[in-house]
């Protein structure tokens, strides 16, 4: 579906109206109003019961791939890129694995990008 740059700003312009109004309608009905405040707290708390182990799950899963990419950052603000890959292959196939690009192309610049 191809669409025209009309039809694309004016998707992108409804959208925003949209946004802006459900902003003033919170700010000036929802948020002072007692009885919806109480419901949308118990509404919060019932997800959070109900998802609790879905985060934790998720928090598992990831702490590999967070303290690989804590640990690049270091060796990159570091300038030792290179220390890092030599070091570390297994965190640079994860890094890889998981969409980042390490690239080096000279000894002191990388490029950090997503696929």
């Known amino acids: ?48 019961h109900e998802n609790k182990d879905k985060k934790k799950e998720k928090y598992i899963k990831d702490k590999d791939f967070v303290k690989s990419r804590s640990l690049y950052q270091y060796y990159k603000r570091m300038d030792r890129v290179k220390d890092f890959k030599d070091k570390y292959p297994d965190k640079c196939e994860l890094l890889k694995s998981r969409g980042l690009v390490i690239d080096e192309d000279d000894e002191n610049k990388i490029i950090l990008s997503f696929e």
């Open 1 to 48: 579906m191809e669409m025209s740059n009309e039809q694309i700003k004016k998707i992108v312009n409804q959208y925003n109206r949209k946004r802006e109004r459900e902003k003033e309608n919170y700010h000036t009905k929802l948020k002072c109003d007692d009885e919806w405040c109480e419901r949308n707290k118990e509404r919060a708390l019932i997800y959070y």
